[in-house]
């Protein structure tokens, strides 16, 4: 669920894009009452006002759809994990894919935690959560990880906030670790090199050539369809994603035009490097269509990352072919998302701007960016550094 700011007729707007209960995808304009020129601080304020009073509605409506939703009007009737299965279940069609697997996986490791305790949803106390968050911690998980525990657990918990289920949420007066700040691994421009030449002729060269260009997340690199190269204004647009799922056992693939957030929508120039290779890739589609006729999966023609039989590449065999032939070459280990770093780490050292990169790379705010790369940055240092000696005399 996302809220933006629009301007009509001289006044702000804040526009919700949500799914409905039958899972398609909708709009919603509020108005903010304010005119067009309000500081930014109030506009906020009265966005996150706006958001959440739609979200309490919408989860209550979502909520009230359960099918055994009686059992679970008091907290005082049911368990703190049958909660998290509920919440999972209702928050389902909301989510992206990939947000979900999230949560899921993050609803597994508490359950095994709290379903020996018994708790019932309304004697879950601060103490209890701490106590689980200090368990993890001893058992080796790193804060990272715990802090995205915290937050499935609190959201899950703002929802029986919400859904009048809880008066106060537990969560909030917990003490979460401190984030470790993420050390990327990448290549330089020679190691690159090395990289390309191990991938000629491999059928995820195109692959590996536009993560390293582009900085393009696996998602969206397999995600990438002949509709979004225009050819005739240079340009190559960021819209749409594959992921995996497993589905009794066996993987399936499921297309999305949901990014990650909403600056990862994003049309950027056409490399001409880049837009050379796509051409050979088209011409060679073309070749093997013709050569194996019926034998040729044509079922994802609109894809550009796919093999000389026409399947499309899968998320599971771009990270584990990379990954293998890394091993085989004897190469630095990366992995195929280091790739994304390895571009942000080039554009830094020539001199492109953090803002300039959070726009590439798609990030949803500058302070994503900063956090990844501030490390990285070392031109800005050495102004710095030229800067106080000339003051300084």
């Given at each position: 669920?996302?809220a ?17 209960l ?19 601080r109030?506009?906020?304020?009265k ?11 919408y ?47 993050n ?8 379903e020996?305790?018994k ?17 993890l ?20 918990l ?8 809880l ?50 997340r696996?998602?969206?690199v397999?995600?990438?369809?002949w ?20 589905r ?14 909403q ?11 880049i ?36 399947e499309?590449?899968t ?50 705010t ?5 956090n ?7 031109n ?14």
């Amino acid at each position: 669920m996302k809220a933006s700011f629009q301007k009509k007729k001289g006044f702000v707007y804040v526009v919700i894009s949500y799914k409905t209960l039958d899972g398609k995808y909708a709009t919603k304009w509020e108005s903010t009452g304010m005119k067009v020129g309000t500081g930014i601080r109030k506009l906020e304020e009265k966005r996150k006002e706006i958001l959440s009073e739609f979200e309490a509605s919408y989860y209550k409506a979502l909520y009230a759809n359960t099918t055994d939703k009686n059992r679970f009007y008091s907290s005082s009737k049911c368990t703190f994990t049958e909660y998290l299965d509920t919440w999972l279940d209702t928050v389902r069609p909301a989510v992206a894919l990939t947000t979900y697997k999230g949560y899921q996986k993050n609803v597994r490791r508490i359950k095994r935690y709290f379903e020996p305790l018994k708790l019932r949803l309304g004697e879950v106390k601060p103490i209890h959560i701490q106590d689980f968050y200090k368990y993890l911690s001893e058992d080796g998980l790193c804060a990272n990880s715990i802090i995205h525990i915290h937050a499935t657990i609190r959201k899950a918990l703002q929802h029986a906030v919400k859904t009048e289920l809880l008066d106060s949420n537990p969560a909030d007066k917990t003490d979460r670790p401190r984030i470790q700040k993420y050390q990327a691994s990448f290549y330089n421009k020679d190691e690159l090199d090395k990289l390309f030449e191990v991938f000629k002729g491999d059928r995820m060269e195109l692959c590996v050539h536009i993560a390293a260009y582009y900085g393009l997340r696996r998602s969206e690199v397999i995600g990438l369809r002949w509709e979004a190269v225009d050819f005739e204004n240079k340009t190559i647009t960021i819209n749409h994603k594959i992921v995996n799922d497993y589905r009794d056992g066996k993987e399936v693939i499921i297309a999305e035009d949901k990014l990650k957030n909403q600056s990862s929508n994003r049309t950027l120039p056409l490399i001409p490097h880049i837009e050379e290779l796509l051409l050979k890739e088209k011409e060679k589609q073309q070749y093997y269509s013709a050569l194996l006729m019926t034998g040729y999966n044509h079922s994802y023609d609109e894809y550009i990352c796919r093999d000389n039989t026409g399947e499309l590449i899968t998320p599971n065999y771009v990270t584990d072919h990379f990954r293998f032939m890394i091993a085989k070459h004897g190469l630095k280990p990366l992995r195929f998302h280091d790739l994304r770093h390895s571009c942000a780490s080039l554009l830094l050292a020539n001199g492109i701007s953090m803002k300039q990169i959070q726009e590439w790379l798609g990030h949803s705010t500058y302070n994503v960016t900063a956090n990844f790369y501030s490390h990285l940055e070392y031109n800005s240092k050495i102004a710095s550094a030229d800067a106080i000696s000339k003051a300084l005399g």
